[in-house]
């Protein structure tokens, strides 16, 4: 039952704030307009759509055999990045205020969510060189999950929450029906990278190369991915390297991303051809 609710939550608030963050970031006559051509829309993105939810699909089926494996490899780096960091999270949390716990909470399990839905909508209903950035998008998120699934095989890795007694897991203390949703979704090896890190990223380089475009879009993917990257250290569920890790991964994604969508689509829908038919903050228009 609590596995519903938060379940429950968890969706109303992302499609509630996806909404909300369309009419502000895209504009009412621009969604209208996407609606319009919306079947044109779905043909153009959905190899790419479709591969993503493939690999997602493939990575839920295989979750069980890829535990057993991993526990069978038994490679544990769990001291190995103990020995690295230290007490780095133990001290972020001493000197983090209690009372942003709520807060950081929200931020792990909302607004990483949140990131992952409402960047490809707004890049979707967003004019013509919004689709270029979701084709980029959709291909960095498979090769944070590609690359995230090798590591969480290979390597045995338990966040500082489960490694040090000075650290507490804040958010699975004072709310246990949070552990309901992401037990579900992942095993507590599965640390090393950080992809609420590397994939929160990755949606924030897109933004920045989509700023000129996409205006009102960028400052709110800043805010929301850097309350996730902290979240996850202050929360204690991941360790400092994990991030670092999750950062650099989150940024070559995009990288690659870009080049593998320029080699697989004509010149004419590049990107910045689309940006000079479009002016520059216009998709943010009302």
Known sequence: MALLEVTAATGLSVVTGTAVTALLCVGPRQVSRA??????????????????????AVKQLTQ????????????????????????????????????????????????????????????????????????????????????????????????????LETVSGLM?????????????????????PSLHTSLSVAVLVVAWRSRRTHPRWTPVAAAVATAVVFSTMYLGIHWLTDVVVGVALGVGSVIAAARIVDRAEPPSVAADGDQRREPAGRAGDD
Not at 38 to 48: F, G, I, Q, T
Not at 110 to 126: D, E, K, N, Q
Not at 178 to 189: F, K
Request: aromatic share 14%; hydrophobic share 45%; charged share 15%.
């Open 35 to 56: 609606m319009t051509d919306v079947d044109d829309r779905v043909r153009e993105v959905a190899p790419y759509l479709g591969a993503a939810l493939a690999l997602l």
């Open 172 to 192: 699975y203390r004072v709310y246990p029906q949070t552990q309901d949703l992401t037990a579900a979704v992942a095993s507590n090896t599965n640390v090393f």
């Open 64 to 163: 069980g055999y890829r535990l057993r494996l991993s526990r069978a490899l038994d490679w544990n780096i769990t001291d190995e990045l103990y020995a690295l960091e230290g007490g780095f999270v133990a001290g972020l949390q001493r000197l983090t205020p209690e009372a942003t716990l709520e807060f950081f909470t929200v931020s792990y399990m909302i607004g990483f969510a949140f990131l992952l839905v409402a960047a490809p909508v707004t890049y979707f209903l967003s004019a013509e060189g919004g689709r270029r950035y979701l084709k980029e998008l959709l291909v960095a998120y498979m090769l944070n999950y590609a690359v995230g699934t090798v590591c969480y095989t290979l390597f045995i890795s338990y966040g500082p929450r489960n490694h």
